[in-house]
């Protein structure tokens, strides 16, 4: 059986699956729960200075899709409502009672120096493993001049970061908002300040319905609502496009990276990790199913990584890493077309709407001795998979590469290039 | 199932057939009776909607007889746009509520079904439409209005499914209709034919109701073509007929004894049912025998079978592949205690002092060419009722004028063209006096086809 031991920044835990600081790890009784159910670590919901905030009363808000409730999830809940010493002791005791799991503990507090020695200094009086730096709540912290107001200006993650690792031993995770540009300037920021590692993504701005009888966003308090941080399965994508660049930033390279946004399986933590994540943190998935959904993310992960042959989460960390490039050095030469297994075909016409309506009229619906019959028109086939996303049937539309004998060629060297048009003048 | 059944009796012939009514406990009834397939509350019409993958030039749309864009009714119940679902099934089948009851989908929308390629489990699209269209009429009003008035006048004979069809659809298009009516009440086999648990709690007038709601559609029951008034009257009133007659005739067994006492036509004996005010006031026999093999054969047999006959039998003279009876009716048959014999047929009814008492039967099989041939072995069932359902057929007798077919009949049913024209250019027709599936859905569409037809016509 494969090893799934995680090592991170020297953060030790039996498997890579933390629960994010969220709800779910807001006290001892739902983190020992949690431990119980298998996971990894923790990281502690944001701990923030007395007297602590005060929530709202109606605080997430959701997006279904075809009936698939939490495709899509946000909330509005600020950082820990409980007081600080509460906080301290229940990390203290829970680590003590289980040393071997990952404790991290979030903070958040205003942007001065000497708050976040403070705060530092009794964190570390837990034992718990490491910080991570909330620079990434969206909402209500954010108009504090906290949370992703700070995480969206790099000169104050570097400010911060270095202040911490000036006043703690522990390793300091900086966790990014991705309500920004471009992810590489925080990660960079992060880097300059001597953080151990990054996390990421942070929830990103949004409203996630809008109640059409009251005229308010959800989740409406006393008929107004808010923009809150956006996560779950919907935000996965965006997750894996930021872990990749900063994996492949030559100025980051080394970083530490814990993936987080929209891990629900053992496949979405190993896609994570083959972009270089040595972690991965689950919040939504388990506010959806509960803490025994863990079991299936490690006993799949092991399994996976037995037919693979990979022993370790270091074979296969970071492996899908040198293949993310840019656009301009794609093989323009390479040609795949659709092929459609009519043994599986369920007769449909997806395939074929979808290209008829709204690309290349490259699938034809035909009657063939009456029956409904599609067929590929590979002339028409530019290869650009909208009919194998479209088809219900797993497998029955298959993209196969056409062996057109060119060779390798990328925009930068293609004659076609207006650039290199101009230089051949 | 949950049929209410009568204490086994004793396996005796007593001197006096035993057609009794009351044999069940009174509530019986109402369980018996009560809808066979309950709708599906909201939540689970949300879940079943959204299993539908909204396929394009849609299969299912291409099996219904009326063409109802099917995907574009499920999507809208999946967006809780359940009027516009509604709308777009009344377009196209104005008695949608009754085809979602009574249509056999396992042939039709859902036997097409992608799903069942995939996962042999199609979408419910008939109780999907009885979502839709059951929202429309508790929560809504009828959806169309009337184009401007033509001043054109069409009479509709027959106030079934066909007729009914044809008149909404002309007053929507502006013509005023009258539809004539021989019974006391329109609705056709819906009210008279279907069997009371497919269509309980006068389902079949509520929804003709519904459909009148829309105005220009004046109903005189009570008259009857032949009768009352004849085809050239019609003519001459009207600027247009439809004719909607159905079937007035049933097949005998042409047995000596077709006339004795407890031998009835399933189609006269269930059109009592539905009349019936009190089920438990309705004498059915302990030892019930249907001849036939098509679904008013089976709605015949498992009705008694939930009056409480005690032993009921249907014997069909092929296999359970020929019966026009859809398999899933069969099967219904059996789960309600109907026991189905193939390949026999009856050659003899004993009776005594008038009455029905024993059935005999001949075994049958295909000889060489396929045809069927008894074998010459035989058997007897004790019975005290019997019924036959071998086929029902149009009686062109009140199209008759001065004893001549005012009009062509071939092969036993008025002769129409693709528009449902008969040979007279003022006359059209469709349901089942006219060739051609007999279903509730097909006889819609054709009273459809036939309106716009004849608007066509009158708009000339």
Redesign the interface.
């Known amino acids: 059986m494969a090893d799934i031991r995680c090592d991170f920044v020297g953060i030790k835990s039996p498997n890579p699956f933390w629960l994010a600081s969220a709800p779910p790890t807001d006290k001892e009784y739902n983190v020992v729960r949690a431990f119980k159910a298998g996971w990894g670590g923790v990281v502690w919901k944001t701990l923030g200075e007395d007297p602590p905030v005060v929530n709202v009363s109606s605080r997430y808000g959701a997006l279904s899709y ?2 698939m409730r939490m495709v899509g999830f946000n909330n509005i809940e600020l950082i820990s409502d409980r007081p600080l010493e509460v906080n301290l002791r229940e990390i203290k005791q829970v680590k003590r009672d289980w040393p071997d799991r990952a404790m991290i503990v979030s903070l958040m507090v205003p942007c001065e120096e000497e708050n976040w020695k403070n705060i530092l200094a009794r964190v570390e009086e837990t034992e718990c493993d490491g910080v991570e730096l909330n620079f990434g709540c969206p909402h209500g912290m954010s108009e504090r001049g906290m949370g992703s107001a700070v995480g969206q200006v790099p000169e104050y993650i570097e400010m911060v970061t270095r202040w911490c690792k000036k006043y703690t031993r522990m390793p300091v995770i900086v966790k990014l908002t991705p309500n920004v540009t471009n992810i590489l300037g925080p990660a960079r920021a992060a880097k300059a300040g001597g953080a151990d590692a990054v996390s990421l993504i942070n929830t990103i701005n949004s409203i996630c319905t809008v109640d059409l009888d009251v005229m308010a966003p959800t989740p409406t308090v006393d008929g107004k609502g808010t923009h809150g941080g956006y996560c779950g399965p919907a935000v996965k994508p965006i997750a894996l496009n930021m872990v990749a660049e900063i994996a492949r930033d030559p100025q980051c390279a080394g970083m530490p990276i814990s993936g987080i946004g929209g891990v629900e399986t053992w496949r979405d933590a190993a896609e994570f990790m083959a972009l270089g994540a040595g972690s991965v943190q689950v919040c939504t998935a388990a506010m959806h199913y509960g803490f025994k959904i863990v079991e299936d993310m490690k006993d799949g992960l092991a399994n996976w990584m037995d037919e693979k042959g990979y022993a370790t989460l270091d074979d296969f960390r970071g492996a899908a890493v040198p293949n993310v490039t840019d656009w301009q050095y794609l093989n323009i030469n390479s040609e795949i077309v659709a092929r459609i297994d009519q043994d599986k075909c ?5 395939c ?2 979808a290209c008829e309506d709204t690309s290349h009229q490259a699938i034809a ?1 035909e009657r063939v001795n009456g029956e ?1 019959h599609y067929e590929v028109i590979d002339a028409e086939c530019v290869g650009c998979n909208l009919c194998m996303h479209a088809c ?2 797993d497998g029955c539309i298959t993209m196969v590469k056409v062996d057109n004998g060119k060779p390798y060629l990328n925009w930068k060297e293609d004659p076609r290039n207006p650039q290199n048009m101009k230089a051949a003048e | 199932m949950g049929v209410q059944q009568q204490q086994t009796g004793q396996e005796t012939m007593s001197d006096q057939a035993d057609i009794r009514a009351g044999r069940l406990p009174a509530a019986a009834y109402d369980a018996n009776f009560s809808d066979v397939k309950p709708p599906l509350d909201p939540a689970r019409a ?2 079943e909607a ?1 299993r539908c ?7 299912c749309q291409e099996a219904c007889p009326t063409g109802i864009d099917i995907p574009s009714f499920i999507k809208k119940i ?1 967006t809780d746009n359940l009027k516009g679902s509604a709308r777009v099934i009344l377009e196209e089948n104005i008695m949608g509520g009754s085809c979602a009851r009574v249509c056999p989908v396992e042939i039709l929308c859902e036997e097409a079904c ?2 069942n ?2 996962e042999s489990k199609p979408v419910r699209i008939g109780m999907l439409q009885r979502r839709a269209t059951d929202w429309l009429m508790e929560n809504g009003r009828q959806p169309f209005e009337r184009a401007a008035a033509t001043g054109k006048r069409v009479a509709v004979v027959g106030g079934g499914p066909a007729g009914i069809a044809c008149a909404h659809r002309l007053a929507v298009l502006g013509h005023d209709v009258v539809i004539y009516e021989a019974r006391d009440k329109l609705g056709g086999l819906n009210e008279y034919g279907i069997a009371a648990y497919k269509l309980p709690d006068g389902f079949a007038q509520k929804e003709v109701d519904f459909i009148l709601e829309i105005g220009g559609i004046e109903a005189r029951t009570g008259q009857a073509l032949g009768r009352d008034f004849t085809l050239s009257q019609l003519r001459g009133e009207y600027d247009a007929v439809f004719l909607g007659l159905g079937h007035a005739g049933v097949n005998l067994l042409g047995l000596e004894g077709d006339d004795w006492q407890g031998v009835e036509s399933a189609v006269s004996y269930i059109e009592k049912l539905r009349q019936a005010e009190d089920l438990s006031a309705l004498p059915i026999g302990r030892r019930v025998v249907v001849i036939g093999g098509g679904n008013t054969a089976i709605d015949m047999a498992v009705q008694a079978k939930r009056l409480g006959a005690e032993d009921v039998t249907l014997v069909y003279r092929r296999g359970p592949a020929e019966m026009s009876a859809t398999d899933h009716e069969q099967d219904f048959a059996q789960i309600n205690g109907v026991r189905i014999r193939h390949w026999a047929r009856p050659v003899r009814l004993i009776g005594r002092d008038g009455q029905v008492r024993e059935v005999e039967f001949e075994y049958t099989q295909l000889d060489e060419d396929g045809r069927l041939m008894g074998t010459g072995d035989r058997f007897t069932l004790l019975v005290d009722q019997l019924f036959t359902a071998i086929g029902q057929k149009f009686v062109p007798d009140p199209l008759k004028e001065n004893e001549r077919d005012v009009l062509e009949i071939a092969n036993g049913r008025i002769a129409v063209n693709d528009e449902g024209q008969t040979s007279l250019p003022d006359v059209w027709a469709g349901g089942d006096c006219t060739p051609g599936e007999d279903l509730t859905v097909a006889a819609v569409q054709d009273g459809k086809i036939a309106a716009l037809s004849i608007d066509r016509h009158l708009s000339k």
């Open positions: 075809h009936g369920i007769k449909c016409g997806l074929h709407i619906a409904r219900p049937v | 949300v879940i959204n993958y909204f396929c394009y030039d849609a299969p999946a992608v799903r390629t995939q």
